[in-house]
C-alpha cells in the first residue's frame, strides 16, 4: 500500500519533469530563430555600419562605399507620413466603434477591419499603384505613405477598440454624473484610461509597416537619391535592402546585411519601448 | 381594486407626500408624477409618484430588481445611458421639469450629481485632480477657485486630514472606504443641489460604512440625499423617509420611523423583517 504511494510519487515527479522539459525545449525552438537570425545579421553586417553608411549616398554602381543615407530617412519619413494619415483615422475609428454606433452595424464594420487586416500588403501597394500613382503618374512619396498608412489603419482601429472597451463602464459613468458632457468624457476619461494600450497599438503598428517592402515598390519605388517632395519617388530601407540584395555586387551585398541590421534593431526597438509602456500598470487599467 | 400597491393610493392621496407635521408648507426637492420606465420590452417601474424632501436623506428599500436603481437613475437621467430606455410621466426638481427638451442632461446632472456601488476614482488623476476634474471639464481654469474647492469638497467628504498631503498621489491609492469619500468629494466639488447614492456602502468594510453613513449624516444640512440601500438597518439608521419598492412599484412610502415600526403594507412587514428579498 505504502511502498506503491511512493511509486505513485515518482512516477508523477518524472511525468512533471518530462512536461517541463518539453515546455522548455518548446520555449528554446521559439527564441531560437530571433536569435540567430539577429547573430547572423550581425556577424554579417556589422562591418559595414559606419558613420558612411549613416551619413552617405549610395555609391554609383562600380565604386565601393557609399551609404544608406538618403534610404533611412525616407523611412523614416513615409513612416511619418502614413502616421500623419492612418494614425487619427485608426484612433478614431477604433473609438467610434467602441463608444457609438449600433451594435449590429459595428460587428460588420468589425468583420470587414479584421478582412482588411488579413489583405497581403501587396495589394495595397497595387490598389495605391491604381489609384494614385497612375492619377499623377509619377512614383511618390505620397503614394508609398498612403500605402503604408492603409495598412496601419485596421490594425490601429482594432486595437484601440479592444482597448477602450477594456475601459470599465463606471469611469464613463462617474464623469457623465459630474455632467461632463459625452465627448469630453469619451476623450479625457476614457481614451486617457486606454492611452497606453492605446500608444501601443500604434508603435505595434508602425513596427509592422516599418518593415514593409511590397506596398513601397509600387508606390515610393526608391530613389538613389535625396528627395524630400511629396511628390517624387523615395527611398525606403525595406526596399534598399531588397534591390541591393539581389545584385550581383558583393559590396552591395554587405551593405544589405547593415541595411537588414539597422531595420531589425530600430524594429526590436520600438518593440521594448512597446514592453516599457505595457509594464507599469500602476496608474491605468489598460 | 383590493391589491395591496393600489391602497397605498389610496392611503396617500395621489403623489405619496411624507407627512411633515411641524413645517406647514413641506419643501420637496423632487416630485416625481406616475413615472414608468422600460428597458426595450421590459418594464422596470411601474406608475411611480413619490415626493422627496428638501434637506433630508430617503431611503429606497426593495429586494434586487424591483426597480429603485433605476428610479435613482431617472433622478438625473442616468438611466437614459442605457440603451433602448423609455419613460413615462414627469419629474420635476424645484418645481422644473428635467425631461423637458429643451434642458440638456449634463446640466441635470450637474445640478445632480451622484455616488456609485463601486467607488471609482479615474485611474490616471492623481487625488486632487480627481476632486476637482469635474470642474475642470465643465471649463474652469482659475487655479486659486479650483484649489479652494478641492480643499473645501475634501474637507465636506471628511477626507482633508487624510489625503492633505498626499494630494498627487494616485486617487486609486486610497483605500477602499477613502476611494468611495473621495468619489463623495468629487461629486460635490461641482457644488450640485442632490446628491444620489446608489448603495455606497455595499463594497465597503463596517467601519468605513460607518464613517460614510456619518458623513451622510452631516451631508443633510446642505444637501437633499437620496440613496438606495440593501441594507435594511442602514436604511433605519441614516433616512428621514423611507420607500419601499417591489417589482417595480412603489408599495409604501413614509417616515422611516413609521415604515419601520408600524408598517401599513403586509409586503412591508414582510421585506423589513426578512421574510422574503
Excluded at chain 1, 511512493?6 to 518530462?18: E, G
Excluded at chain 2, 422644473?96 to 446640466?107: F, G, N, Q, R, T
Amino acid at each position: 500500500m505504502r511502498s506503491q504511494g511512493t511509486n505513485n510519487h515518482t512516477w508523477r515527479k518524472i511525468k512533471s519533469a518530462l512536461a517541463s522539459t518539453t515546455a522548455f525545449v518548446s520555449a528554446i525552438l521559439v527564441i531560437l530563430p530571433l536569435g540567430l537570425v539577429f547573430f547572423h545579421l550581425l556577424i554579417n553586417g556589422i562591418t559595414s555600419v559606419n558613420w558612411d553608411f549613416f551619413t552617405k549616398l549610395p555609391a554609383p554602381v562600380g565604386e565601393v562605399g557609399g551609404g544608406m543615407a538618403n534610404a533611412i530617412v525616407g523611412s523614416l519619413e513615409l513612416l511619418a507620413l502614413a502616421s500623419v494619415i492612418g494614425i487619427p483615422v485608426g484612433v478614431l475609428g477604433g473609438v467610434y466603434f467602441a463608444e457609438y454606433g449600433s451594435a449590429r452595424i459595428n460587428s460588420v464594420l468589425r468583420f470587414l477591419a479584421d478582412v482588411l487586416n488579413g489583405i497581403p500588403s501587396i495589394t495595397w501597394g497595387v490598389v495605391v499603384y491604381g489609384l494614385v500613382v497612375l492619377r499623377f503618374k509619377s512614383f511618390s512619396m505620397l503614394a508609398g505613405g498612403l500605402a503604408l498608412a492603409l495598412i496601419m489603419i485596421p490594425l490601429i482601429l482594432r486595437t484601440t477598440e479592444e482597448v477602450v472597451l477594456l475601459v470599465p463602464n463606471g469611469y464613463r459613468e462617474a464623469a457623465l454624473a459630474l455632467g461632463v458632457s459625452r465627448w469630453k468624457t469619451i476623450v479625457f476619461i476614457v481614451m486617457k484610461t486606454a492611452s497606453k494600450g492605446i500608444i501601443t497599438g500604434i508603435l505595434l503598428a508602425l513596427a509592422r509597416i516599418g518593415g514593409e517592402t511590397a506596398p513601397i515598390l509600387f508606390t515610393a519605388f526608391g530613389n538613389r537619391f535625396w528627395n524630400h517632395s511629396l511628390f517624387q519617388p523615395v527611398a525606403a530601407l525595406p526596399l534598399q535592402i531588397y534591390t541591393y540584395a539581389i545584385s550581383p555586387y558583393d559590396d552591395w551585398h554587405r551593405q544589405a546585411w547593415a541595411g537588414a541590421l539597422i531595420l531589425v534593431t530600430g524594429i526590436f526597438c520600438v518593440n521594448i519601448l512597446v514592453r516599457f509602456l505595457t509594464r507599469g500598470r500602476g496608474a491605468s487599467v489598460v | 381594486m383590493a391589491t395591496p400597491e393600489q391602497s397605498v393610493t389610496e392611503r396617500v392621496e395621489g403623489p405619496a407626500q411624507p407627512p411633515v407635521n411641524s413645517d406647514p408648507a413641506p419643501k420637496f426637492t423632487f416630485e416625481a408624477k406616475n413615472v414608468s420606465i422600460w428597458y426595450g420590452e421590459k418594464r422596470a417601474i411601474e406608475d411611480v409618484s413619490l415626493n422627496i424632501a428638501s434637506n433630508a436623506v430617503t431611503a429606497i428599500i426593495g429586494p434586487s430588481g424591483c426597480g429603485k436603481s433605476t428610479f435613482l437613475r431617472a433622478l438625473n437621467r442616468m438611466h437614459e445611458l442605457t440603451p433602448k430606455t423609455r419613460m413615462e410621466g414627469t419629474v420635476l426638481l424645484h418645481g422644473e421639469d428635467l425631461y423637458s427638451s429643451s434642458i440638456d442632461p449634463a446640466i441635470v446632472r450637474r445640478r445632480v450629481g451622484m455616488v456609485f456601488q463601486k467607488s471609482n476614482p479615474f485611474p490616471t488623476m492623481t487625488i486632487g485632480e480627481n476632486v476637482v476634474v469635474g470642474l475642470r471639464l465643465n471649463g474652469v481654469r482659475s487655479h486659486k477657485f479650483l484649489s479652494e474647492r478641492l480643499e473645501k469638497s475634501l474637507r465636506m467628504a471628511a477626507l482633508w486630514d487624510e489625503v492633505k498631503d498626499d494630494l498627487h498621489k494616485p486617487g486609486t491609492s486610497l483605500s477602499g472606504g477613502q476611494q468611495q469619500r473621495l468619489c463623495i468629494a468629487r461629486a460635490l466639488a461641482v457644488e450640485p443641489e442632490v446628491i444620489l447614492m446608489d448603495e455606497p456602502c455595499s463594497a465597503l468594510d463596517p467601519i468605513a460604512t460607518a464613517k460614510i453613513e456619518e458623513l451622510i449624516n452631516e451631508l443633510k444640512a446642505q444637501y437633499t440625499i437620496v440613496t438606495v440601500t440593501h441594507n435594511m438597518q442602514q436604511a433605519g439608521r441614516i433616512s428621514d423617509y423611507t420607500a419601499f419598492f417591489y417589482l417595480g412599484k412603489l408599495v409604501e412610502f413614509g417616515p422611516t420611523t413609521e415604515i419601520f415600526t408600524n408598517p401599513t403594507q403586509r409586503q412591508t412587514e414582510d421585506y423589513i423583517t426578512g421574510r422574503f428579498g
